[in-house]
């Protein structure tokens, strides 16, 4: 099995979710299938069979994410430090064709979410800064076309 990197806060939101999921979901569909039970005929009944629906989701998520949890390699961020980046990393590049700076932290695949300004290890703009300079220029092959970056600031916080 392999171990997946995440940063605390990526750990602590999949524990956030696992714990809502068992505690508040679970019971909630338990007792919506008991209702639609109630109904009668079971063969067609909707609800009944839109619970069990969800039953199965639910339960196949807190699967997932009892798995990613056991086989998580928290990182702590704040105690990383160089001049390469590397996971966890806050990276603030310039887009060589409009001089547009951004700014992307480098996080486990569960915790992604590009709107926040997190990149997971695994994507091709990731995989391009892995082990880069302050001053290197990248080439990303986006599904967009080919993009340019050079690397302003390397961070760890």
């Given amino acids: 099995m392999d171990k997946i990197p995440m940063t ?33 005929d079971l063969s067609e009944n909707a609800e009944y069979h839109a619970a069990k629906e969800n039953q199965s989701l639910n339960e196949g998520r807190i699967a997932e994410l009892e798995d990613k ?13 160089g001049n390469t980046v590397k996971f966890g990393a806050t990276v603030t590049l310039m887009d060589e064709d409009t001089e547009e700076e951004k700014k992307y932290q480098i996080v486990g695949e569960s915790e992604a979410d ?15 800064l892995i082990s880069k300079k302050v001053g290197d220029t990248v080439e990303v092959n986006t599904p967009g076309g080919g993009k340019s970056y050079e690397i302003l600031k390397i961070a760890f916080h």
């Fill in 114 to 128: 590009v709107k926040l300004g997190k990149v997971s290890i695994t994507s091709p703009i990731a995989r391009a």
């Fill in 69 to 81: 949890l056991s086989r998580a390699e928290v990182i702590d961020v704040s105690k990383l430090s």
């Fill in 8 to 40: 605390a806060g990526g750990y602590a939101a999949l524990e956030a979710e696992l714990k809502r999921r068992q505690q508040e979901e679970r019971p909630r569909i338990i007792q919506a299938i008991a209702e639609a039970r109630s109904h009668g």
